[in-house]
């Protein structure tokens, strides 16, 4: 992803180093006549440019902000696992299917996984509030 963004800056800078006229803003032409745009034709290439790495910055921060949206929605799908998990452990003690050891460990490994889900959860959210 970010050798993309690289590649694309790389070639938004050739492009724009390409319309720079290559005599300079005030060049004649051969037939001694001068341009009347030729002081304009600068502040144009500027604004074009100034608009084109607007755009990329608006691209880049939303896919950024896909990406971070993604890995939020795994978490809470993660989470919820997790609490099933946790609910068919004790179906499990309850029914007598799973011995107390068995039940007690993998309750404390679920446990232990939750809290890590609701850890990255917690500074997914705090990072949210930070950049609205």
């Keep these: 992803m970010r050798l ?3 590649g694309l800056m790389r070639a938004l800078i050739a492009a724009f180093l390409s319309l720079i006229p290559a005599g300079g803003a005030y060049a004649q032409s051969p037939v001694a ?3 009347p745009m030729a002081p304009h034709t600068v502040f144009i290439i500027l ?3 100034a608009f084109l790495a607007w755009a990329a910055s608006f691209s880049f921060h939303t896919m950024k902000e896909r990406s971070e949206k993604r890995g939020r929605e795994a978490l809470l799908a993660r989470r919820e696992s ?3 998990q946790l609910a068919e452990a004790e179906n499990g003690k309850a029914s007598g299917a799973v011995s107390e050891e068995r039940f007690h460990r993998r309750t404390r490994e679920l446990r232990g996984e939750l809290a890590r ?3 990255k959860l917690q500074s997914a959210s705090k990072r949210r ?3 609205a």
């Design 117 to 119: 889900v609701l850890e």
């Design 47 to 49: 604004i074009v440019g």
């Design 82 to 84: 997790i609490l099933d």
């Design 129 to 131: 509030r930070t950049h």
């Design 33 to 35: 006549r001068p341009n």
């Design 4 to 6: 993309e963004a690289d």
